[in-house]
């Protein structure tokens, strides 16, 4: 007799999760953009939050020459039936065509427009220990438009030490060089005791956008974005997931 064995994969998109920053800003730019088309085009967050996928996918096949793909043929790379593609693209001004499906070139680039990393934005790491490490050496945040600027720490063993190719800066240096070198995304990776602290600091600055690492729930200003990320939330959804198949669910 076959058995069916269930494996639980929990995908963790840090790019997509990073365009969250600017994209829940973004609910309110998109919600203005979509009103351009009409009132029933209203995009919800769960379609934004699907809007990074679709941007990798496209930036894909765009690289591999792909000029255009059909509905049909998307949702079997995107493992998404072709009527969730069809419904959530329709609501970008119909970039498909009967017959010919979407042009993978204009989709990619008004998607990634709409996402706001058609223009390149600067980022500072606050907190330079072992996950701002990881994450300076992650090498596809540049072809996206995140350009890694400063690194900031407060332990003076830290400071003046180099990590790829960004010298640690003192933590008295933040606010100058978030005004002079117009950073716009501050990553969090400081301890959780310390994050409130940099959090509200980071508030009184012209930074746009907040990628927290640290296990705080802080609110920022209205004019400030923040997306937190926890990895362990992930991982405990996927040890649910786990527990749930043994109970035959
Ligand atoms: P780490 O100890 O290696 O690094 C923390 C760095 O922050 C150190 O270099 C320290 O000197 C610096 N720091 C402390 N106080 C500071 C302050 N006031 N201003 C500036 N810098 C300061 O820790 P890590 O393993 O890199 O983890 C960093 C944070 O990320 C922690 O809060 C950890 O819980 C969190 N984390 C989150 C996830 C997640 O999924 N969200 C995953 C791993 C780690």
Redesign the pocket.
């Known amino acids: 007799m076959t058995e069916i064995v269930k494996i639980h994969i929990i995908n963790i998109d840090f790019l997509g999760n990073i365009f969250c920053v600017f994209l829940l800003l973004p609910v309110i730019v998109v919600e203005e953009y979509m009103n351009k088309f009409s009132e029933d085009k209203y995009i919800s967050k769960q379609i934004v939050k699907r809007l990074p996928r679709y941007y990798r996918f496209l930036g894909e096949l765009k690289d591999k020459g792909v000029e255009r793909i059909s509905s049909t043929d998307l949702s079997t790379i995107m493992n998404v039936t072709a009527s969730q593609i069809r419904q959530d693209l329709n609501k970008f001004g119909g970039f498909g065509q009967q017959g010919y499906g979407y042009n993978v070139n204009s989709l990619h680039k008004e998607i990634g427009r709409i996402l706001g990393i058609d223009t390149p934005h600067n980022m500072v790491m ?8 990881a994450i300076m050496h992650y090498r596809s945040f540049p072809r996206y438009g995140f350009h890694i600027i400063g690194a ?4 003076p063993e ?1 400071i003046g030490t180099v990590i790829n190719g960004i010298t640690v800066m003192s ?1 008295d240096e933040l606010e100058p060089f978030i005004r002079t070198h117009k950073a716009d995304i501050a990553v969090v ?7 409130t ?2 959090l509200e600091r980071l508030s009184k600055t012209d930074i746009k956008g907040v990628w927290n ?3 705080v729930d802080y609110t920022m200003p209205n004019n400030i974005q923040i997306e937190n ?4 939330e992930s991982l405990m959804i996927l040890s649910y997931n786990i527990a749930d198949v043994s109970k035959g669910n």
């Open positions: 606050i907190g330079a220990g072992n996950l701002c490490k900031f720490d407060i332990c830290k933590m990776t400081v301890p959780t005791s310390a994050a602290e940099v690492f640290a296990h990320v926890h990895l362990s």
